[in-house]
């Protein structure tokens, strides 16, 4: 956990964003307590910069307040993993769907033109470029789908499964898996241009990745309800 660095952006920001990622890397556990003495210490910054971070973090369901125990990072139940990946099959298909309906020839080909790059940055890449590629995909169907409210409600719920995403990325088999079902995304979306066939491929896509996030979770938990975090597992 180190000192924040002082940079152009505004610090809040900067504090919001690294702690933010050291939930989704396990570097800060669901069920840890996150004590504001020891967060001012850690970030170098003061009481009212980790007060309005904790409060965007609560905002987003990353970290919850318990009575008598202060803020901890969320703990997410089996239900509620389960609940999220259900949701965001919804979302997504709704997503691919209306990239289907509405997305012009440009938007088309900048999809098209991303899936091709990502055998390189996805398949064959890094837990990061993994990462940036897919969240790169993500925009542009979601640019091509043209619906801000959309956007900003699937945006939630990947922050909210930010933790059992990077579990994904660390297996190459099923990163495997999930390009061939990006790849029907992409050929019913951009390619044929059947909303139908899009929704459904996005959603079957969702279906399998909520299987993983279930696997991943039961394989990592350990006997007091912590997760072992994707860094521990890195090579």
Known sequence: MAVIERHAAPLRQQVLIRMREEIFDGLRAPGDRLVESELCSSYGVSRTVIREVLRQLESESLIAVLPGRGPIVAVLTRHEIESLYEVRAALEGLAASLFARRADAAQARALTAQLQAMSASYLHGTVATREESKTEFYRL????????????????????????????????????????????????????????????????????????AIVEYEARVTADGRLEHPSSVLV
């Open 141 to 212: 169907l979601l640019d091509g789908a043209g619906n801000e409210v959309l956007s900003d409600e699937l945006a939630g719920v990947h922050r909210r499964i930010g933790l059992f995403r990077r579990y994904a990325f660390l297996d190459d088999e099923r990163v495997a898996t999930s390009y061939d079902e990006l790849q029907a995304i992409v050929e019913a979306a951009a390619v044929v241009r059947d909303p139908a066939a899009a929704r459904a491929a996005a959603e079957h896509h969702l279906e399998l990745a909520g299987r993983l």
